[in-house]
């Protein structure tokens, strides 16, 4: 079983930046698809960013194109998620998730991840 332990997360005024990560340990760290999901009160969990095993493919929600960058270290188990330009409807609970496969592109459904962590708190105010 993947451990998986969101930081990064906090208040950001709209138009700031944060950077989130996601250590991972228990198991081989290159085996699997890596994915940011979030999820807002009242809304279902979304996936906003995800990246294959190698880092060579990444996959973003339309609403963050742009503005959000995914990226993977392999030798330190972690992903990251670089966040810019954020705005309030970004505020959500920040999940890192993970699926097995050394698939050629990321995952993009919800079902494919098997692994979560606690998730971490993005709120933007305006």
């Known amino acids: 079983q993947l451990q998986l332990v969101e930081s990064g997360g906090g208040l950001v005024q709209a138009g700031g930046s944060l950077r989130l990560s996601c250590a991972a340990s228990?198991?081989?760290?290159?085996?699997?698809?890596m994915g940011w999901f979030r999820q807002a009160p009242g809304k279902e969990r979304e996936l906003v960013a995800g990246?294959?095993?190698?880092?060579?493919?990444?996959y973003y929600a339309d609403s963050v194109k742009g503005r959000f960058t995914i990226s993977r270290d392999n030798a330190q188990n972690t992903v990251y998620l670089q966040m810019n330009s954020l705005n309030p409807e970004d505020t959500a609970v920040y999940y890192c998730?993970?699926?097995?496969?050394?698939?050629?592109?990321?995952?993009?459904?919800?079902?494919?991840?098997?692994?979560w962590g606690q998730g971490t708190q993005v709120t933007v105010s305006s």
């Open positions: 998730a993970a699926g097995l496969g050394r698939t050629v592109v990321p995952r993009t459904t919800r079902w494919q991840y098997n692994n």
């Open positions: 990246i294959n095993w190698s880092g060579a493919s990444t």
């Open positions: 228990g198991l081989t760290f290159s085996s699997y698809t």
